[in-house]
């Protein structure tokens, strides 16, 4: 909301106020708090919070694994410092975590940069979906106490994905690539995705997906430096951005980054 | 162990205030209860503010804000000019803290966070207030609607790794409709609650120190809810010491970066009738 802050500032504000002001009583008595049902892990770079004899429980020592493996090789593709220790606290159903789930799974997770912290749902079954969320989450951690506030969703959501460890799971940027080649026909022109009121109006899936997709192509191709100096472009600037770092218009990375992808699944690459 | 030295200071300061205000009382002792207050008052008063901040990652309801919440106590300090008539008030109060030590706090513990962390805040306030409803169901008992002006400014620093930070400046203002009870039933002592809602916005300026280009200035809004109570204790005929606590809390929205605030603030402090 109010990306293109620039434009209407003022109706922007109001927007917000509006927003904020016309609910219920949470309105007037503030977020809630999170319980004190806990037991704390310590993992490296990892607090784990988890309900006491849960799956999250059981397997917190696999996760401490992934995650902070997931840290080291956020740190070296982003080429970024950051040593700060993350809070993760795992709920053990979408209730408990204050999710709604709207029908549409019982995995979700969220991350709280500025607090250091981050929140899912961990259910069973261990397997890649479950640890590629948490490394999201994570990722969404690094990247921002490393640069600071993403200009778009799209490079907020996409980065949190494109630099994905591949070591524990196989959901990292060689499956992204594959799924973008194997859906091409259901992704919209990037100019739309950058755009964040159009953001929230694509199937999530297809807006995740892609955009990470597209930035560990420029990551593979052109190193870290470029991609961070465009992580801070807003959606009215994206465009514009994009040709004065990479020298080509987004529609002409656009175009090699499908070929790129192509190529990848006929090299045998991808998945 | 830190918020208990802090704790003591603050109780000090309190007791400090007592006695440099109780010779005043005890030659004033016997002075009659004043009815309905009237008059210009300037109070000035120290104590400390208790922050918070939580992340807010959605701003639609409910509100979904981290378990974690970065906070810590600081010196404050408020100075208030009130003009008050029968059945109507005009206050104007200015407010400062600063808080430092930040800590990251859940109800299961705290952990400490790199040193540099801390917030600032300055505020004004304007209100008027009328009470319409004057000695009700008992004696001394009056019932207030105001409107609340603000405006103030607020700074949090975050200190991520010795090389890492970044800094979210606002400057905001507001307005929101206030309600009072006022209870003036003791000659030397008056007491009044507020509770007080209300729309801000907020023009905010972000830095961090991994590049230039994440220096940025967006704008926002938000709600805040506020609570007081305070009791001034009759000292003199033209001496009062001044007690409140004030507490609340509010959430910032802003594209890719809204957050919820907290406070509690305890001041003592010495008002003067003229």
Redesign the interface.
Known sequence: MCASGKARPLVCALSWVLFAVAGGCQSVLGPTQADTNWRVHDRDHFSFHVRPDSFAERHVDVFGEVLNDQYAITLAKMDVRYGGRIAAYLYDSVADAGFTSGGQGSRFGTAYPRTEAIKATVLPPLDANLLSLLAHEINHVIVQNALGRPGTSFMNEGLASAVLSERHHDLGPRFLHAWANTHRARIPPLARLVDDDEWSRVVQEVAYNASASFLAYLLESYGADPVKQLYYAPSEAFARRFGEIFQQSLEEAEGAWVAYCADLLQAGTGF | MAGTSRARRAAGIVCLLTVAAAPVRAQDAAAPGSGEPQGVRWTVGVGYEQFG??????????????????SGWGPAVRARHSRLRPGRLQQFDVSASRVGGLS?D????S?ATPSGNRAARLEARYEYRRYPFTDLLMTGLDAGLGVLGSGGWTSIS?V??P??D?RDRALGTGIAAVAALRMRRWDRVDVTGTWS???????RR???S??G??S????????Q?DWSVGADVRTSHRTRLSLEALGG???R?????S??L?RTRLTVGVTHVR
């Open positions: 901040f939580r992340d807010v990652a959605r701003a639609s309801r409910p509100v979904d804000a981290s378990p974690v919440t970065l990251y859940t109800r299961a513990g952990r975050r991520m790794s090389a890492l970044s809602y209300g729309g801000v916005i907020t023009r972000l830095q961090h991994a590049s280009l994440a940025s200035g967006l704008w926002g809004g938000g709600w809810a809390g509010g959430v929205l802003a594209s890719h970066q957050h919820a907290s």
